[in-house]
């Protein structure tokens, strides 16, 4: 099993159909001061996965500000099902909705294990005008 992909949006859903709809997807954020809370974050993460991948795994999610320290960290065990055949390739979308501590400027990691083992990220760049405004001289590009 492997990470096909993971972002932040400001919502997602499975259709009835199975289909993955995302909104919203965003890599950025703009924070006025510090610590601050972006509310309801949607992290989607599509899994890959082929019939050898059925049983239980465990997935954590780390959050990470830019000096690798951990804001949070939070497990779950994902039970994989058998896929119909001749299924060679599975999707297995993850939507969790969070929200997310900053406590600094600079790129925030959300690392994805899977079985204890680092296999995808999602990137936010977070920017902010504070700096500018405390230090004279100073700009902060967008």
């Known amino acids: 099993m492997h990470v096909s992909f993971a972002l932040f949006a400001d919502a997602a859903n499975l259709s009835q159909e199975g289909k993955l ?9 703009h924070v006025g001061q510090f610590p601050a809370l972006h ?13 050898s991948d059925v049983g239980s795994h465990n997935m954590t999610l780390s959050w990470l500000n830019p ?7 939070s497990s779950a065990e994902l039970a994989i099902a058998a896929p119909p055949h001749p ?3 599975m999707d297995l979308p993850v939507l969790v ?8 400027i600079g790129d925030f990691r959300m690392v994805v294990a899977i079985d204890d083992v680092e296999s995808g990220e999602a ?3 977070v920017r902010s005008n504070a700096l500018a405004r405390a230090v004279p001289g100073t700009t902060m590009v967008s």
């Not at 909705?97 to 900053?102: G, S, V």
């Open 21 to 29: 709809n995302i909104l919203g997807v965003f890599d950025a954020v």
């Open 39 to 51: 509310p309801r974050a949607t992290l989607v993460v599509r899994l890959k996965g082929s019939a």
């Open 67 to 73: 000096r690798g320290a951990a804001l949070w960290s």
């Open 87 to 89: 299924t060679i390739e």
């Open 97 to 104: 909705q969070i929200d997310l501590p900053l406590d600094m």
């Open 123 to 125: 990137l936010l760049h």
